[in-house]
């Protein structure tokens, strides 16, 4: 018999809240996931807010840590943008369910860690900002482009992967960075 770990409740929580949202996933539901009576689940977890500030956190490690290689990437600013949106694809592809969940579920966290994902968002954001405001600044983007309504347009697309991206469809996850990127640069050279 397999034992139930800690990690396995919150791989099944991240699942469950990115298909089914947290309002609507259950102790009970996820019980059922990793083959537990939800009683049994509070020997891992204090309850589902808990797994929930678990699961965003770990999408936000994920999207820092690719804006920070995304900055770190040698070259011009124009390279700095494919990288940023390299890893943001990346992100949002291989962990499906902690982006999901990241993105469109932590805002039913309490306050306190909402303002903490709140700030991570913004300096995401703003390591965007910067990228743009340098290709504007070293020539590889367009002159005089507003870094802050730009990066919220590359954002929105970007955001927008998880809902329509279909791993087995016909588009892979390479040639998905090389249009958007293209898609990006259109309108920003």
């Known amino acids: 018999m397999t034992r ?3 990690e396995d409740v919150v791989t099944a929580a991240g699942r469950l809240f990115a298909a ?3 309002d609507g996933t259950s ?3 996820l019980g059922r996931e990793v083959g537990l009576l939800g009683s049994s689940l509070y020997a891992h977890v204090a309850g589902k807010q808990e797994l929930l500030v678990e699961v965003v956190m770990r999408g936000s ?3 820092e840590d690719s804006a920070r290689k995304a900055v770190d990437t ?3 600013a124009r390279d700095q943008l494919r990288a940023f949106i390299a890893g943001h694809v990346g992100v949002v592809l291989g962990h499906l369910d902690v982006a999901r969940t990241f993105l469109n579920e932590a805002r039913a966290l309490d306050p306190e860690h909402r303002a903490q994902v709140i700030e991570a968002r913004d300096a995401y954001e703003a390591t965007l900002r910067g990228i743009l405001a340098a290709g504007s ?3 590889s983007l367009r002159a005089g482009l507003d870094a802050k309504l730009d990066g919220i347009f590359v954002l929105s697309i970007l955001n927008a992967i998880d809902r329509w991206y279909q791993a ?3 588009i892979g996850p ?3 960075v090389d249009e958007l990127y293209d898609f990006v640069l259109a309108g920003l050279s």
């Open 4 to 6: 139930t770990t800690r």
């Open 20 to 22: 089914d949202g947290y």
């Open 27 to 29: 102790m009970r539901d």
């Open 61 to 63: 490690l994920l999207f």
């Open 74 to 76: 040698p070259g011009t």
């Open 137 to 139: 600044d070293d020539g």
């Open 168 to 170: 087995d469809g016909a």
């Open 174 to 176: 390479d040639r998905l």
